[in-house]
């Protein structure tokens, strides 16, 4: 596979992910719209699996938005680090997520301590 196919199948599971969580939307819930596995999404994302152009537009009517913002951009960037498969990055967005729908700032504040601490250790 050519330098640019890599990149640009790169950018599409980016623009899965991104849009995906913009929408809240778990990959678990993605898969079951689309009728997959969420083991398949997350491939998706990473880039370990191309999407095809079916699969492309339902993931687009899904997500609410059109085929081209898959690919806006692709040509001007340069390439990320790749993604991590679920794991860490799955546990942070849940981690995130739990964070913000805490409302006491007194709270918030003391986690964010305590969460510099551990991570020092």
Known sequence: ???????????VGRQIR????NLGMTQEQLAKA???SYQQVQKYETGANRVSAGRLHKIAKTLGIGIAHFFEGADDETPPPA???GGK???????????????QPAVRSALVGLIKVLGRS
């Open 18 to 21: 991104g849009r995906r969580n």
């Open 34 to 36: 689309l009728g997959i």
């Open 83 to 85: 993604l991590e498969h």
């Open 89 to 103: 990055k799955r546990s942070t967005v849940e981690l995130v997520r739990s964070f913000d729908e805490i409302k």
């Open 1 to 11: 596979m050519s330098d640019l196919a890599r990149r640009v199948d790169d950018r």
